[in-house]
Structure formats: structure tokens, C-alpha cells
């Protein structure tokens, strides 16, 4: 079976077209929009359905995924490229000012992951930022091995010292972001999103935030 199939199988598998998605991803861009900048030319990795790169406001806009079945859910204006996240070879060196990526390092383990590191850094400008949503594992121990895809295990404060040994500084670690995943407690409408952001303890919340930008 080609990597492929077994992308597009694992696309069937755990991902299901969620009402109000768009609008909870159009809340949480803008968010997140203290890192990217509307000029930014901004990458979204293991992009799934667009949901957040259709969402993000920036000057230009790229997704990349495995699963070839990908490219119907981007919006006009978004590019977009099938391939794997280690091998980023079509993409010049300091062209990104924002790469993003929710829930992807936790499927990657060994040389896939290093690579998958190093090829982001390489593709961002000097200070350009890595900007991380993904499960901590701290919060989530007895879901975390559900998928059964995941093979690293991430904390806050591991996820944080990764990044820095490959030549990021931190600017941001937010333990508790957001539920594990759209199924859980997150409700489906936009203005209770908006609402759950703007707590300072937010219950159910077992994904973190991490932002890395490139050292100059």
C-alpha cells in the first residue's frame, strides 16, 4: 500500500466533516492573529480539510497534506502541494514568515521528525514563526493513544525544548488551549468559541499552543 492509500485511509478514518468547523477555525485565527501577520506568507502542514488556512487572513497562502483528496477543501487562494511534511523541497529557503500546524508532530517519530523540523526551519525567514496547536499529553494520557497513528508523546514542555534545540526561541506556550479535539466539549458556535478563549481557565482544554520563531 502506497503512503497514499494509507493517508487517505487514515483521512476516512478520523476525520468526519463537523458542523460550525469553519466558523470555530475562523474564531481561532483570529486569535491567533497576533502571529500572523494579513501580509504573512503562511504555511499550514498536514492541512486535512483547510479549515484553518482557508480561515487565516495573509498575503499568501500554501497547504500541504499527504492524502491527495486534500486539495478539494482549500478556497481559491490557497496553493496547494500533496506531499510529506519531512520533505519540503518544493518551497525556496526563508520564503514563509508562518508555518502552522495542528496536531502533526505526534504521528512523527525519529529521522521523520528531526527532518520535519529542520525543513521548517529552512523554509522560514530569520524570525519568522512556528506556531504549534497539538494535544499535550500531560492532560490527555488516557486518550492520547486512541489514534492509533500517534507515536510521539508531547508535553508542553517538551514540545517547548524541542523547538529549541533546533534553533527556535519560544514566544509563546499556552498549556491548556483548546479541547482534544471538535467532537469533545468545544461547542459548535462561533460566539461560545470566541467566549472559551477569553477564559483564563479554560475546563476541558488538553491541546496546547507552542510558538517558535527562527532565530536571526
Not at 39 to 61: M, P, Q
Not at 107 to 133: D, S
Amino acid at each position: 500500500m502506497s503512503d497514499d492509500d494509507t493517508a487517505a485511509q487514515y483521512f476516512r478514518a478520523r476525520f468526519v466533516p463537523e458542523a460550525g468547523r469553519a466558523g470555530t477555525w475562523r474564531v481561532i485565527c483570529r486569535h491567533l492573529a497576533r502571529y500572523v501577520p494579513e501580509t504573512a506568507r503562511v504555511l499550514d502542514l498536514g492541512a486535512g480539510y483547510c479549515s484553518f488556512i482557508n480561515a487565516v487572513r495573509a498575503g499568501e497562502k500554501h497547504a500541504l497534506d499527504a492524502n491527495p483528496g486534500f486539495v478539494e477543501f482549500a478556497a481559491p487562494g490557497v496553493h496547494t502541494h500533496v506531499g510529506r511534511c519531512h520533505s519540503l523541497l518544493a518551497f525556496p529557503a526563508a520564503h514563509f514568515d508562518v508555518v502552522f500546524a495542528s496536531n502533526l508532530l505526534e504521528h512523527l517519530a525519529g529521522n521523520e521528525l528531526a527532518e520535519t523540523i529542520c525543513e521548517v526551519r529552512r523554509v522560514l525567514r530569520p524570525g519568522g514563526r512556528f506556531v504549534l496547536m497539538q494535544p499535550n499529553f500531560r492532560y490527555c494520557v488516557r486518550e492520547y493513544f486512541d489514534d492509533y497513528t500517534h507515536q510521539t508523546v508531547f508535553t508542553h514542555v517538551s514540545l517547548a525544548d524541542l523547538l529549541r534545540a533546533h534553533d527556535f526561541e519560544i514566544e509563546a506556550v499556552v498549556p491548556r488551549f483548546l479541547p482534544l479535539s471538535f467532537k469533545s466539549r468545544l461547542p459548535a458556535w462561533s460566539w461560545l468559541v470566541e467566549l472559551y478563549l477569553r477564559l483564563p481557565w479554560r475546563p476541558f482544554a488538553k491541546q496546547m499552543l507552542v510558538v517558535g520563531r527562527a532565530r536571526r
